[in-house]
């Protein structure tokens, strides 16, 4: 296959054991998503030395970074008490799960520090990173969307594998030479014309000059001009698309009617990437507060008047968003300390006046409590 189309793309994400250490993924740790965006940069650095001529003559290599973002829908596992397909997302950018009988939990750590190996597969590629961290998160919902979510951050190292050919016959070796071995990565699995080894073939070790690739097993035995394609993993998954017309807004337990909702929180990771002697990050840090933000839409009726005194009286207020009404299918949002910015009243000139009511999501003394968020 030469095609590699957006719509057959499979994700997954795995939560990693170290940190920036790549770990491959099962069909299980499958998600469904709307989109998935990987991206890898590495510094090349000019080098002004001082010359006679006008040419840049050197360059110097420097930091690898990458980044990556996932958007999708909000999709509960269907069964109270299982965490959704997506869990690992959700308890990295928290850090704390509590599975429960009939829910799981999601509670703020002070400092989550867990990594995900996120992997892309799509026709005859397979796109990954690893030491993936979720710094910032967004549900968003409203009367005509369904209930989405979306997670975004930087990570360690990036990935990219594609397909070839072998330009030998293999008999009972862990070395193959291909047609180009600029089409591989290390670390990344293959498949060799009819063997996978049954989870694939890792790549250990690439000579780009002879065109080598050094696997993790020993091929049985392949002829010359089989595809050398990447192991594709058949993707499981669970749950379904929340709907628009199932779940209950209240403010300090009155119910309130949105038009839409939305629900932020950033972590505000930083990786240690300034240390001498290395091209990786060493660690990853927390040294700013976090924000967690909750806004909502509604129509400016007589009842609302109160919310907007109320934020200029900095009085805080106790939200809970309820996205669905059947056991194993709700997702709750609680922040019981939300101080509301002043909004602003729109009018316009022929429809009803309508009022953004949200803010600040406040911890208490004891801290790291602005919110849980609660598969029911």
């Known amino acids: 296959m030469s095609q590699a189309y957006g719509r057959e793309a499979f994700v997954f994400a795995k939560k990693e054991t170290t940190l920036g250490t790549y770990v491959h993924p099962a069909a299980a740790d499958a998600i469904q998503t709307i989109s998935c965006d990987l991206g890898f940069k590495h510094e090349r650095k000019d080098i002004p030395l001082k010359s006679s001529s006008r040419s840049l003559v050197t360059r110097n290599t420097g930091r690898k970074s990458a980044n990556w973002s996932i958007e999708k829908y909000l999709m509960p596992s269907g069964t109270a008490g299982t965490a959704p397909d997506d869990a690992e997302l959700f308890e990295a950018l928290f850090g704390t799960v509590v599975d429960g009988a009939s829910d799981v939990v999601y509670t703020l750590a002070k400092e989550p520090n867990i990594g995900l190996s996120i992997l892309c597969q799509d026709g005859h590629y397979q796109e990954a990173v690893c030491g993936a961290v979720p710094g910032k998160m967004s549900i968003k919902f409203g009367g005509g969307d369904e209930p989405k979510v979306s997670f975004s951050g930087d990570a360690y190292d990036h990935y990219l594998s594609g397909s070839d050919t072998l330009s030998a016959e293999v008999t009972a070796s862990d070395k193959i030479l291909v047609t180009d071995a600029r089409q591989f990565c290390i670390g990344m699995k293959i498949k060799v014309g009819t063997e996978d080894n049954t989870t694939g073939f890792v790549v250990d070790a690439i000579n780009y000059g002879t065109n080598e690739l050094d696997l993790s097993a020993n091929v049985t035995h392949q002829l010359a001009n089989v595809a050398v394609i990447p192991f594709a993993i058949t993707p499981t998954y669970t749950g379904d698309v929340m709907v628009v017309t199932a779940g209950t807004v209240t403010i300090g337990g009155t119910t309130i009617y949105v038009t839409g909702a939305t629900f932020d929180v950033d972590q505000k990771p930083k990786f240690r990437n300034d240390e001498f002697g290395l091209a990786l990050p060493r660690g990853l840090r927390y040294p700013d507060k976090r924000e967690v933000r909750v806004s909502m839409d509604l129509y400016f009726e007589s009842g609302a008047v109160k919310w907007y005194n109320d934020a200029k009286r900095f009085t805080a207020q106790d ?58």
């Open 319 to 376: 939200i809970c968003l309820l996205i669905g009404d059947t056991a194993g299918k709700k997702v709750q949002i609680d922040a019981n300390q939300v101080e509301f910015d002043i909004p602003s009243v729109k009018r316009p000139e022929s429809d009803e006046a309508t009022i953004s009511i949200g803010g600040i999501c406040k911890g208490t003394a004891t801290g790291e409590d602005e919110c849980t968020l609660t598969f029911k």
